[in-house]
């Protein structure tokens, strides 16, 4: 069964070893996996430069900007849903923005706990940990 998938490597190890903790018997494996993500650009008015008053504006709003090779940006990378309301938010202020994606990669790290004889088996032991507030699938290989 399937109980995480975390980007931070230390939040994998953490579950892990309170899972073993717990008298369960744990598991983690790596994977790579592309992924999308967007970055908010500020835009100059008719395309030029985006002036330092503008930045203050933006900030001002409860943004925070910060420079890339595509010029000020909010957010840092974000996924689509984030960028989308966030550029929705700043052109309702009169702030011409655009969104930019950005395609990498990341490594997961998994953790599983299991293996089980039966499905009867891998579900009450799922029961069980959602219980105690950990979310999980029954992961059924062939």
Do not use: C, W
Not at 23 to 51: C, I, K, N, P
Not at 67 to 88: C, F, I, M, Q, Y
Not at 123 to 141: H, I, N, Q, S
């Amino acid at each position: 069964m399937q109980v995480g998938a975390f980007l931070d490597h230390k939040n994998a190890d953490r579950l892990a070893e309170k899972l073993k903790s717990d008298g369960h018997a744990t598991a983690t494996t790596s994977f790579e996996q592309s992924r999308v993500l967007y970055r908010v650009v500020l835009v100059g008015a008719d395309g030029g430069r985006v002036t330092d008053d503008a930045i203050e504006r933006v900030k001002g709003l409860g943004h925070p900007v910060e420079t890339t090779t595509d010029g000020p940006a909010v957010n840092g990378l974000v996924p689509l849903r984030k960028a989308v309301e966030t550029s929705h938010a700043l052109r309702q202020q009169g702030v011409p923005v655009r969104l930019k994606q950005e395609v990498s990669s990341a490594t997961y790290k998994v953790v599983r706990v299991g293996s089980f004889s039966t499905v009867t088996e891998a579900d009450a032991t799922l029961a069980a940990l959602t219980a105690k507030g950990v979310e999980g699938v029954v992961v059924r290989e062939r």
